[in-house]
T-cell receptor, first 112, second 114 residues
Framework: RKEVEQDPGPFNVPEGATVAFNCTYSNSASQSFFWYRQDCRKEPKLLMSVYSSGNEDGRFTAQLNRASQYISLLIRDSKLSDSATYLCVVNPFTGGGNKLTFGTGTQLKVEL | GAVVSQHPSWVICKSGTSVKIECRSLDFQATTMFWYRQFPKQSLMLMATSNEGSKATYEQGVEKDKFLINHASLTLSTLTVTSAHPEDSSFYIC??????????FGDGTRLSIL
């Protein structure tokens, strides 16, 4: 089983749609969780951290369910510029450092 | 602006060549730098953790003699792919972490070995 699993997609949605991505992680001791965005042939960029209480940043809402080891990202009112690959990222508890484990990413294509 | 600079951004070279990639932290001291590799349609895979002034820690399956890492200062880490072959062609990305800093990624180096 992969440490971080995501549906690779692609998710093709019309502009203005709401889309949700899911992610599961295997290490129950993981401490920190993130969603990154990666555009084609570019480096990943931090989209948002994910907290147990859930958090929202504009059109983006992230949720964490530690009991189910499940993370989600909801994008409302999708824009063409949201087209990218969304990476679920986990910082497993290794006793120190910031060693991140990346999922393979979910590809989103927002269309007119 | 960029806080981690990676150079070069694109390299094309012949099989057998050694290639050096630089990762520099701008405006902060990076006590730890990470080197990742990403093949097409795959996730970023951590290759090694580089701590300033000490030997790098390599992930399982990564050859330390093949991928030489030097972290001689708090702002610079280098990855040298020695005697590169076509199977080493990939997207190499560094990230830097410092005190009171989140992890910042470089903009990556696309390596193509002919």
């Amino acid at each position: 089983r992969k440490e971080v699993e995501q549906d690779p997609g692609p998710f093709n949605v019309p502009e203005g749609a709401t889309v949700a991505f899911n992610c599961t992680y295997s290490n129950s001791a993981s401490q920190s969780f993130f969603w990154y965005r990666q555009d084609c042939r570019k480096e990943p960029k931090l989209l948002m951290s994910v907290y147990s209480s859930g958090n929202e940043d504009g059109r983006f809402t992230a949720q964490l369910n530690r009991a189910s080891q499940y993370i989600s990202l909801l994008i409302r009112d999708s824009k063409l510029s949201d087209s990218a690959t969304y990476l679920c990222v986990v910082n497993p508890f290794t006793g120190g450092g910031n060693k991140l484990t990346f999922g393979t990413g979910t590809q989103l294509k927002v269309e007119l | 602006g960029a806080v981690v600079s990676q150079h070069p951004s694109w390299v094309i070279c012949k099989s057998g060549t050694s290639v050096k990639i630089e990762c520099r932290s701008l405006d902060f001291q990076a006590t730890t730098m990470f080197w990742y590799r990403q093949f097409p349609k795959q996730s970023l895979m951590l290759m090694a953790t580089s701590n300033e002034g000490s030997k790098a820690t390599y992930e399982q399956g990564v050859e330390k003699d093949k991928f030489l890492i030097n972290h001689a200062s708090l702002t610079l880490s280098t990855l040298t792919v020695t005697s590169a072959h076509p199977e080493d062609s990939s997207f190499y990305i560094c990230s830097a972490f410092g005190q009171n800093q989140p992890q910042h990624f470089g903009d990556g180096t696309r390596l193509s070995i002919l």
